[in-house]
Structure formats: structure tokens, C-alpha cells
């Protein structure tokens, strides 16, 4: 489902706050632990020595438009670079203690060369992370070292996503499925040669980085998420009643997707081995 203003990162309402996630892999960029030892060891309970530590390099994001027809603006990767740096590093975005396994100790915007897809300077955000050499590291460190775990994904949230042609909010319009702004630019569109793409803007928070065996989108991608109460819920309910009214099988699925989202996990599923044992001996 496309979502405007969020990810990547969506009917008629700018969302807040909402989860992004964007992709990309671990750089050939050396991180030296020699030389980033002092930073490491802020991290630390413990004094850490060089070769206690794996120091990798890797491009977190950037503010090229992805095949979402979305970017970050400059700020935001601004504002990343400071909120990304000391934040953990976990696999497959699953978020749980003993899932931690790097940390980011330094975060940085530098401009590699080239333009965008919009016409501006690439800029993109590094990160210096480090890991333990522990016995339960030595098979990711392997991994990382011969280049078989290296795509990365960012968890971020975002305030707004504007406009890249009148810098307006993007709202996801339900009944022509596209996203578009007040003055009717519609994602992924082009006007008088300038393409419409959704910037991503103001962000509120930052996660965690993590390793992904494949990435949400390939290259520069972002995936959409959301908080409950904040993106789909919210469109959903700002909706007027002859506008649901068009869609009567539609909010049928919808009401009862809803009602089996209030049970318990248990009750789930306990229905889905009624089901399938109903569609096998039935």
C-alpha cells in the first residue's frame, strides 16, 4: 500500500510521526579501531583495546530519490547524523536485548560527488560501528569480512513528507490510490520537466541500524511503516461517512481484519488451525 506522509515513511491527512526504514550495505571505507578507539571506549563499561573491538564502515542513507519516489532532505540527514550516532546495530529489525550485536560510535554527512535525481548535490550519511571479537560475533564478523552480510537498514521517524515542486504535504488520496498535495502534484509525476518526488522531512526520532539479509528496496530504498493511531488508523477515521460508504465490501474486510486484530495472539491462532483443518477436511 503506497502511505503519504509516513519509511521509506500515507486520503487526505498528513500523518505524524511516522516509521521509516531505508536500506543500503556496509562500505569497503575502512573504520579504524586504533584510531577510534577513545570514541569506542565512550560506549563501554569497560576499557576496550583495539583488538578487542571489528570496526566496519557503512553508508546508512542518502538524499537521492529511491524507486518509492522519496528522499530525505538535507536537513534530515542532518539530523540523522546526530541521532544515529551511539544508537545500536541488530539483525533483521527484531528488537530485543540479546538481538544487539554493534554499535554506531560515529555518524557522518559527506557529499561523495554528484546530483540527485532532483538536481541537488549527493550527500550521504556514514556510520563507523563497531562489534565485539567475541566467540558468538566470529561467524558475523566472517560473514561481513567476506562480503556475504552487508546490506543495512535504518529505523527512523518522520514528521512530514512534503513535495518536492511547492513543498506542500503529500496526503495519500484513497480514492485515486496516489499521493498528492494541495496543488495536485502527484508522487512520482513530472511538471514542466521537474519531478514530484515525496522528501522526507522533519525527523523526530531515531532507532537503531540493522543487518537485513534483503533490503526493503534495492539500492536506496525505503519501506514504509506506521504507528498505530498515527498513519491508516488515522486516514481511516478522518474519512466522511459518504466517503466509506462507496466501499461497502472494502470496510467489511476492514472491520473484520479489525476484529481479529483485538483478540488475543492465542485466540488467532487457534482460528487459523480451525481454518486450515476445516480446508483440508472439509
Same mark, same amino acid.
Given at each position: ?133 567475541? #566467540?558468538?560475533?566470529?561467524? =558475523?564478523? $566472517? ?5 556475504? %552480510?552487508?546490506?543495512?537498514?535504518? +529505523? /527512523? ?32 509525476? #513530472?511538471?514542466?520537466?521537474? =519531478?514530484? $518526488? ?5 525527523? %523526530?526520532?531515531?532507532?537503531?541500524? +540493522? /543487518? ?71
Amino acid at each position: 500500500m503506497p502511505i503519504c506522509g509516513n519509511l521509506t515513511g500515507k486520503e487526505g491527512l498528513n500523518t505524524d510521526n511516522e516509521m521509516k526504514f531505508k536500506s543500503f550495505a556496509i562500505s569497503k571505507a575502512k573504520a579504524d579501531a586504533a584510531a577510534d578507539i577513545d570514541l569506542i571506549n565512550q560506549y563501554a563499561m569497560k576499557t576496550l583495546a583495539p583488538e578487542d573491538v571489528f570496526c566496519f564502515s557503512v553508508v546508512l542513507s542518502n538524499n537521492d530519490v529511491d524507486r518509492d519516489m522519496e528522499c530525505l532532505s538535507d536537513k534530515s540527514l542532518d539530523e540523522l547524523a546526530e541521532m544515529l550516532t551511539g544508537k545500536t546495530g541488530i539483525m533483521d529489525h527484531i528488537n530485543r536485548a540479546h538481538n544487539q550485536v554493534a554499535r554506531l560510535y560515529r555518524v557522518e554527512v559527506e557529499t561523495p560527488g554528484g546530483m540527485n535525481r532532483l538536481g541537488k548535490t549527493l550527500r550521504q550519511l556514514r556510520g563507523s560501528a563497531y562489534m565485539l571479537r567475541t #566467540e558468538e560475533n566470529k561467524a =558475523l564478523i $566472517a560473514s561481513i569480512e567476506g562480503g556475504i %552480510t552487508k546490506e543495512v537498514s535504518i +529505523s /527512523f521517524q518522520v514528521k512530514r513528507v512534503a513535495c518536492s515542486i511547492c513543498d506542500k504535504d503529500l496526503k495519500f488520496d484513497w480514492r485515486t490510490y496516489t499521493c498528492r498535495c494541495e496543488n495536485d502534484h502527484v508522487k512520482g509525476s #513530472e511538471y514542466d520537466g521537474k =519531478l514530484c $518526488a515525496g522528501v522526507l522531512d522533519d525527523v %523526530t526520532d531515531a532507532y537503531e541500524f +540493522s /543487518f537485513v539479509a534483503v533490503p526493503a528496496n534495492k539500492g536506496a530504498g525505503v519501506a514504509k511503516g506506521f504507528n498505530p493511531g498515527t498513519s491508516v488508523h488515522k486516514a481511516f477515521l478522518q474519512m466522511s461517512m459518504e466517503q466509506l460508504s462507496e466501499f461497502p465490501e472494502a470496510n467489511e474486510a476492514v472491520i473484520k481484519h479489525l476484529q481479529m486484530a483485538n483478540t488475543s495472539a492465542d485466540e488467532r491462532a487457534k482460528r487459523a488451525a480451525i481454518r486450515k483443518f476445516a480446508e483440508e477436511n472439509l
